[in-house]
Structure formats: structure tokens, C-alpha cells
């Protein structure tokens, strides 16, 4: 039995890792006439809401504005690189884990996730657990961990 995937969600966080794996996952959208979801979450962690909430409203603005501009860039060097169009671009607020694992499948009846291997600083993994290890234990949907670009090579981590 084949899998038939209409929902791909690939979410990306500026790392080359990510953005392999968005490649892929306009690949796999591509093949199996599915739509491809474009996810990149703001950690709400990282931008003081751990210290009460006291973020200025033009650093959250300019935050959306410039992940607008870097997401509408990689979707368009993308659809150049695979010819595929069917791509949506999405930014949340939140916890990375919980809303690529959890919330964001639910919302848009994503089928599969296409994540790269790993994305932050060995130290931010050590402090904070991968991204990636969360969503492939978690995600109630079927996830691909992309570890290899293109021509396979294996995608070094960033340091």
C-alpha cells in the first residue's frame, strides 16, 4: 500500500537543515498533487515572554515582517528549484514542539511532516531537546526526518 499525502507541512527556521527539507517536501508534495505548508514558528520563549509578557509591539511587528520577507523568499527560490506552486507560508506564535507536533497538523489536517534532522546550536539542543526528536515522537501524523540533502550527502549541524 502506498501512502497518498495531501496536506505537507515543512516548517523551516533559517537553518540549512530546514531548508533541505523544504526542498524535499516540495518534492514529495509534488509527486503525490498535494499542497505544502510553509511553517515557521516564533518561539514565544525566546522573545520575553518569559519575563512577563513586556515585548513592544514594533519588535513583534518588525519579528513577523522580517520571517514574511525571509519566507516569501525561500517559497519563491523553491517553486523556482521544483517547479511545484501549490505552497502556503504560515507564521505562529508559540512553542516550536508543541505547535508543529500538536496544533498546526490539527488546524490544516496535515498528513505529513517534513522536518529537517536539526536546526539549532548543539547547545540550544542541550538545553532545550531537539525539535525534530520531539515532533517524530509526538506528531500524531506520519514525519519524515530529512538528514540528507539533494544528492545525499549528510547535512552538517550547525554549530
Given amino acids: ?3 497518498q499525502y495531501t496536506n505537507i507541512m515543512a516548517p523551516v527556521d533559517g537553518s540549512k537543515q530546514a531548508e533541505t527539507a523544504l526542498t524535499k ?3 514529495v508534495a509534488k509527486v503525490n498533487g498535494a499542497h505544502l505548508d510553509v511553517l515557521h514558528v516564533l518561539s514565544t520563549t525566546q522573545y520575553g515572554y518569559n519575563y512577563g509578557g513586556m515585548v513592544d509591539g514594533d519588535v513583534i511587528n518588525n519579528l513577523v515582517e ?5 519566507l516569501n523568499k525561500l517559497v ?3 517553486k523556482k528549484e521544483t ?12 512553542n516550536p514542539k508543541t505547535v508543529i507536533a500538536f496544533e498546526f497538523p490539527k488546524d490544516h489536517d496535515s498528513d505529513l511532516i517534513v522536518i529537517g534532522a536539526t536546526g539549532m546550536s548543539r547547545l540550544q539542543r542541550v538545553l ?3 525539535v525534530s526528536s520531539f515532533v ?6 506520519d514525519v519524515i526526518v530529512v538528514r540528507t ?3 545525499n550527502s549528510p547535512i552538517t549541524p550547525e554549530k
Avoid at 83 to 94: C, S, T, V
Avoid at 136 to 141: D, G, I, P, S, V
Wanted: hydrophobic share 35%; proline share 0%; charged share 30%.
Fill in 25 to 27: 517536501a516540495a518534492m
Fill in 136 to 141: 517524530n515522537r509526538n506528531a500524531t501524523c
Fill in 66 to 70: 522580517d520571517t514574511t520577507d525571509y
Fill in 128 to 130: 532545550e531537546g531537539s
Fill in 76 to 78: 519563491d527560490r523553491i
Fill in 83 to 94: 517547479g511545484f506552486e501549490d505552497i502556503d507560508i504560515h507564521i505562529r506564535f508559540g
Fill in 149 to 151: 540533502n539533494a544528492d
Fill in 1 to 3: 500500500m502506498e501512502a
